[in-house]
Nanobody, 116 residues
Framework: QVQLVESGGGLVQPGGSLRLSCAAS????????MYWVRQAPGKGLEWVST????????NYANSVKGRFTISRANAKNTVSLQMNNLTPEDTAVYYC?????????WGRGTQVTVSS
């Protein structure tokens, strides 16, 4: 079965950095686009970033562009999100996501809290 497991979240000061990782299994990882989405308190899911199968094409929400970098290591079935210059507005549960066939998959998420 498709499984996605996020890790790397935690408490960080404004201006700090975190690197999130997502371990994928149960599907041919290298054949699918991957996404990061997040959910802030009291808000719905917000798309953060997208990466294509080979990693050569990426897209970012305007709110994170220039600060976040998505990458993938197909040989390791992982996708990462490097987050720099974090602000309190980045506080959210972060999920990696993929679409396999008709189904949308995501993990349990990892909490990112940006606070001084």
């Amino acid at each position: 079965q498709v499984q996605l497991v996020e890790s790397g979240g935690g408490l960080v000061q404004p201006g700090g950095s975190l690197r999130l990782s997502c371990a994928a299994s149960g599907f041919t990882f290298s054949s699918y686009w991957m996404y990061w989405v997040r959910q802030a308190p009291g808000k719905g899911l917000e798309w953060v970033s997208t990466i294509n199968t080979g990693g050569g094409s990426t897209n970012y929400a305007n709110s994170v562009k220039g600060r976040f970098t998505i990458s993938r290591a197909n040989a390791k079935n992982t996708v990462s999100l490097q987050m720099n210059n974090l602000t309190p507005e980045d506080t959210a549960v972060y999920y990696c996501r993929t679409v396999v066939g008709l189904y949308h998959y995501w993990g349990r998420g990892t909490q990112v809290t940006v606070s001084s």
